[in-house]
């Protein structure tokens, strides 16, 4: 199905803004930390920050299409303690146990998908309780202590990088991110990534138009299972192995959403801008580290940044509903 011109989301939307406070916080980070006086110092910080871009970017697919996906956080976790204990150190089970990683990630979204559109359970409560499932899961699986180990070939893909004649080394890991997130413009320039959005704006509208909502909503869940795993993969590589290594992101990541000017409710916002937005929480805990702040303050800090955010877009909603109310009902079809 074609989606109609008026469901075009703009790539850029809502992106100036966080842009804006990311470029203040880059040149406050080369004043607060000597490794920021080179080019290596910010290519280390992408690196850094491509798990949580990868999330980022899977839950702008949930958001925008009008639901949230709470599971992502354990997911990771449950990936990467899967994976040491299959590879357990045998550069033979690399690649495989990373393809069952993908499949796993992807199963996950689907389940999501599948209870929140089938069973009509709210995806706050179908990913709350995937959450509790893995975490269930995964201390039956490790009984708290969490064993193997991850092989060279598996943990090149968050530590390791290419040497290129005129950008020098890049990692790997900014590598995945950059094309991820040219995939991901693609996709959002089509037609199915166009009608996704319009699910979130009103999916009224885009099932009177033709669209199946349920399936684009499971899509959705499905690449945010998906990139989940994918962060996994770069985390579990940079990180090591952990059975709290993705406690919290999945709060980190709908920040970084809400950051980049997503609306939450769906149907407003652009993947560019959420991108952008978990680069800039990454960037701010890197200069609160360097100033000696950690620990509780982030949290407070992200509980802010939500409230703050969630308040600026629900009063400048509420202006556009205003506007559409005197405007008149808006075409069923065209929306």
Do not use: C
Request: hydrophobic share 55%.
């Amino acid at each position: 199905m074609s989606a109609p011109t008026t469901w075009r989301p703009r790539l850029a939307e809502g992106a100036a803004p966080v842009l804006a406070v990311l470029a203040v916080l880059l040149v406050a980070l080369a004043f607060a930390g000597p490794a920021y006086s080179e080019a290596a110092g910010y290519l280390a910080l992408l690196k850094r920050a491509a798990p949580l871009v990868l999330l980022a970017v899977g839950q702008y697919f949930v958001v925008v299409s009008g639901g949230f996906d709470l599971s992502v956080g354990s997911l990771v976790t449950a990936e990467v303690v899967v994976a040491a204990r299959l590879v357990d150190g045998r550069e033979s089970a690399t690649g495989w146990v990373i393809a069952l990683l993908l499949g796993f990630g992807l199963l996950v979204g689907l389940v999501n998908g599948l209870v929140t559109t089938k069973l009509l359970v709210p995806s706050f409560i179908a990913t709350l309780g995937m959450l509790l499932v893995l975490d269930g899961a995964v201390f039956l699986w490790t009984g708290g202590a969490p064993r193997g180990a991850l092989s060279s070939s598996f943990r090149v893909f968050g530590r390791g990088g290419v040497d290129l004649p005129v950008l020098g080394h890049l990692p790997w890991s900014v590598a995945i991110l950059l094309a991820v997130l040219v995939a991901a413009v693609l996709f959002l320039r089509g037609g199915t990534g166009r009608t996704l959005v319009a699910v979130g704006d009103n999916e009224n509208a885009v099932r009177l138009a033709g669209g199946r909502v349920d399936r684009l909503k499971v899509l959705a869940f499905a690449l945010s299972g998906l990139l989940a795993a994918l962060a996994a993969i770069l985390l579990g590589g940079f990180a090591g192995v952990s059975a709290q290594v993705g406690s919290g992101l999945e709060f980190r990541a709908i920040t970084a959403v809400v950051l980049g000017g997503v609306v939450l409710g769906g149907g407003r916002g652009s993947v560019v801008a959420a991108a952008a937005g978990a680069l800039t929480l990454e960037a701010l805990f890197s200069l609160l580290n360097l100033l000696g702040v950690t620990g509780a303050p982030e949290s407070a800090i992200q509980g802010v940044i939500i409230i703050a955010a969630v308040a600026y877009a629900a009063r400048g909603g509420g202006r556009r509903l205003g506007s559409r109310l005197r405007a008149g009902p808006p075409d069923p079809v065209r929306g």
